[in-house]
């Protein structure tokens, strides 16, 4: 029997040299391109289509919290950490990466862990937490305290307050720490006792945050309304700010020094300029119930904040609706929301003990990139931003899918504002000239400022 075989020599359809590879002149003369603008407009639409077919920003859920977590830290020496801290007192240290706890403690605190944060300095597994059993408590997480061990691990060092905390943060390079309760308390790590107490007026204090870069500046919220700046150097405040409603937390820009992000009561995100708080920098208005948390990207360009309203969103700070929304069927209420240090993810602690880990772009893979493959996905970028004020361009980026009981209070909520704005147009029409100023949105939750 003849069996004939098919034979295939290599040379035929491989290149031997890179230099084979003639470069064409182009005429750019746009009277030789007729339909170029066409072309281009195509284009835009199919990437902007191919980015929502693609976009699965849903990556991983931890699980192992058997309460809400309410608190969360994430390493700034290590991107493969993030601690939380639970309503039943259970304290966890997480691998992103494997997706598993690598350490934990069952019983860190009686009752809810209000605060974590990691300790600087040559130890980077050491940290700080906080709760409402009147316990600071220092951790070192150590081989002896494995998941698996019976050992139960020891805090290294406990501070015993007179109220119950509601929050903590630690100073970039000194040995000092601050914490809100009733009152702004810093601490000395040698001291018993804290070295200073700050307060001005406020009953209860729902958070505290330095600020890393201007590190003698320190931000608080309280339960009044406020939002107080302090000063390190001579214990006493600096500014006051009253708002509309209560602020339930603080994030400052690692990139401007002077710039702060708060999450209100009243469903919306301010920026504001601390060398002049009359006024916001921007009102980022989206969320449809209480803002409980946020947080800024490592580039100081972005941020992502936590709602009551069982969603997470992502923000451009210069813009003020945001830029995507994240939600999945069981999520719950988001108490604590952050951005990871190399800006490519988002992590969420919600009430029903899950830590979530999402994509900072929905659409993005992760993994190395031919020159090829990037400078596709960077022309594709540019043409979306050339062409999202289109009709059909910016129906499709916009385009999201978002549960009915979000998309009913937003549409309530957007009636009773268009309702809110014809009563004042009603009232400024049938009143004297200048008896109902128009007031700027950014002005309107703003009461007062005080200075000292």
């Known amino acids: 029997m003849k069996v004939k075989a098919l034979s295939r020599s290599t040379a035929d359809y491989t290149r031997e040299t890179k230099s084979d590879i003639q470069r064409l002149p182009r005429n750019v003369d746009p009277a030789l391109h007729p339909l170029e603008r066409a072309r281009e407009y195509k284009r835009a639409l199919n990437a902007a289509k191919l980015e929502r077919m693609f976009a699965k920003p849903f990556l991983a859920s931890l699980t192992g919290h058997v309460d809400g977590i309410y608190s969360m830290a994430k390493n700034p020496w290590d991107l493969d950490l993030i601690t939380t801290g639970s309503g039943d007192g259970e304290i966890r240290m997480w691998s992103l990466s494997n997706q598993e706890t690598l350490w934990r403690v069952p019983s860190a605190h009686r009752g809810i862990v209000k605060g974590v944060c990691n300790v600087p300095g040559g130890e980077t597994d050491r940290f700080l937490s906080v709760g409402v059993d009147k316990m600071v408590k220092v951790w ?12 139960t691990p020891e805090p290294a060092a406990t501070y015993s307050g007179k109220h119950a905390f509601s929050g903590v943060d630690h100073h970039r390079n000194r040995p000092l720490f601050a914490t809100s309760s009733s009152l702004v308390e810093v601490w000395d790590v040698n001291r018993s006792e804290p070295v ?13 945050r330095m600020n890393q870069t201007e590190v003698n500046v320190l931000a608080s919220c309280g339960t009044d309304r406020s939002i107080i700046l302090y000063d390190l150097r001579t214990s006493s405040p600096l500014a006051k700010l009253i708002m509309t409603l209560s602020t339930n937390a603080i994030a400052w820009n690692p990139m401007e020094a002077f710039m702060f992000a708060t999450a209100s009561e009243d469903h919306n995100v301010y ?3 601390m060398r002049r708080m009359d006024h916001a920098v921007n009102v980022l208005r989206d969320h449809v119930s209480a803002v409980m948390d946020v947080d800024y990207s490592p580039t100081g360009s972005e941020l992502v904040s936590g709602g009551y309203d069982r969603s997470v969103r992502l923000w451009d700070i210069k813009r003020g609706h945001s830029r995507d929304i994240y939600h999945t069927k069981r999520m719950q209420r988001v108490f604590c929301v952050k951005y990871t240090l190399d800006n490519k993810y988002v992590l969420s602690g919600s009430d029903d003990s899950n830590l979530r880990l999402w994509r900072a772009r929905a659409s993005e893979r992760v993994g190395a990139k031919s020159n090829r ?10 043409l979306k931003d050339r062409y999202k004020y289109l009709p059909e361009v910016r129906r499709v980026l916009r385009q999201r899918n978002v549960p009915s009981a979000v998309k009913r209070a937003s549409s309530t909520k957007q009636d009773m504002l268009q309702s809110r704005k014809r009563k004042e147009e009603n009232q400024r029409k049938n009143s004297k000239p200048g008896a109902n100023p128009r007031v700027a949105e950014r002005k309107k939750a703003v009461i007062g400022v005080t200075t000292k």
Do not use: P
Request: aromatic letters at 8%; glycine letters at 6%.
């Open 140 to 151: 070192s997480r150590t081989e002896s305290a494995a998941v698996a061990g019976d050992a």
């Open 196 to 208: 200073s107490n700050l307060t001005w007026g406020a009953d209860t204090t729902n958070t505290v």
């Open 271 to 273: 920026t504001f300029d």
């Open 373 to 382: 493959e990037r400078a596709t996905l960077e022309y594709a970028e540019k």
